[in-house]
């Protein structure tokens, strides 16, 4: 049986994420991102579902480290779940009794406006997860918890509110991580994701994203994150469309491993979302041809 791990405890919307990118698959909580992760390098479990961006929170720092703090992993899907909460209380509990309401980073964030007008006295208190927050709640630690609704089918609370959002189009992006091994063959609709430390000199960062630019490949996201090591220094997490067996796509990462102090490859996967057009594929592949026999003497 495969094993997949997930952000938990159970209820969290990675819970459902996992369900939508590996059906079949055994289920196993942890803890934190970074503990998920952890387990699929140690060959606990054969699969980690994971959050990497939210549209209003951005980017989930914690996935972009733990995926490069390590052997490699590589991302093999994608899955984009619309994000609403509930306001989950132990019964008897009032909105006039809310004192301490917890929940994820980046739900707090995604519910600022509706914490200030419904329990404007209440303080936030962050946990590792949304499940975790119905844990406190049901540890006395907090007095209500910001959650996926599904909890309420693993957690004994009571919905004190639902549909509790500031921003009614709200997503979030999972990735179902798995150790290195062959790529998903093209779709014809895939992304692309890399990091890549460029050189400390006037203009690098340009060369980088140019190399895309000169092969019409769209980028869909570019974020820095530090290296960690040493102040100033910056490595640069890139999603573009496309697929690595892509010449096109190819192309441009072989440029960057030839310009870039270092650069991981982090996956080639189906996208989701409505396809574009991107670059034209037969054209390299002409260019290809009419080098190579130019190179073998057979042509002008």
């Given amino acids: 049986m495969t094993v997949t791990a997930y952000l938990g405890p159970e209820g969290t919307f990675a819970e459902q994420a996992a369900h939508v990118l590996a059906p079949g698959d055994e289920f196993r909580s942890a803890v934190s991102v970074h503990a998920a992760i952890a387990a699929l390098r140690a060959r606990q479990v054969d699969a ?3 959050p990497v961006e939210n549209s209003v929170e951005g980017s989930v720092s914690a996935t972009l480290d733990a995926m ?3 052997d490699p992993v590589l991302a093999v899907a994608e899955a984009v779940l619309p994000i609403r909460f509930s306001v989950l209380v132990r019964p008897g509990t009032g909105a006039a009794d809310v004192r301490t309401v917890a929940t994820h980073p980046h739900a707090a964030a995604q ?3 509706w914490l200030g007008t419904h329990v404007p006295s209440a303080t936030t208190v ?3 997860s949304t499940s975790a927050a119905a844990v406190a709640v049901l540890d006395g630690r907090a007095d209500a918890a910001v959650c996926a609704p599904v909890a309420l089918q693993h957690y004994p609370l009571i919905e004190l509110a639902g549909g509790v959002h500031d921003k009614d189009d709200a997503k979030t992006r999972f990735l179902l991580l798995r150790r290195p091994g062959a790529v998903p063959p093209p779709t014809g609709t895939d992304r692309t ?10 203009g690098a960062l340009l060369e980088v994203l140019a190399e895309f630019a000169l092969r019409g490949i769209n980028l869909t996201r570019i974020e820095s994150r530090p290296m960690k090591a040493r102040l100033g220094e910056y490595q640069f997490f890139l999603d573009c ?3 690595v067996a892509e010449d096109a796509v190819g192309d441009a990462l072989a440029e960057l491993y030839r310009r870039c102090i270092w650069v991981r ?6 996208r989701t979302g409505a396809p574009r057009p991107g670059p034209n594929q037969a054209g ?7 080098l190579s026999a130019v190179r073998a003497g057979r042509s002008a």
């Fill in 68 to 70: 490069v703090e390590g």
């Fill in 111 to 113: 519910v600022r406006s």
């Fill in 48 to 50: 980690a579902c994971v």
């Fill in 193 to 202: 994701s890399l990091v890549a430390m460029a050189v400390d000199r006037p």
């Fill in 265 to 270: 490859f982090l996956g080639s996967y189906p």
């Fill in 284 to 290: 390299f592949t002409a260019a290809r041809q009419w």
């Fill in 126 to 128: 962050l946990t590792a």
């Fill in 241 to 243: 469309e496309g697929h």
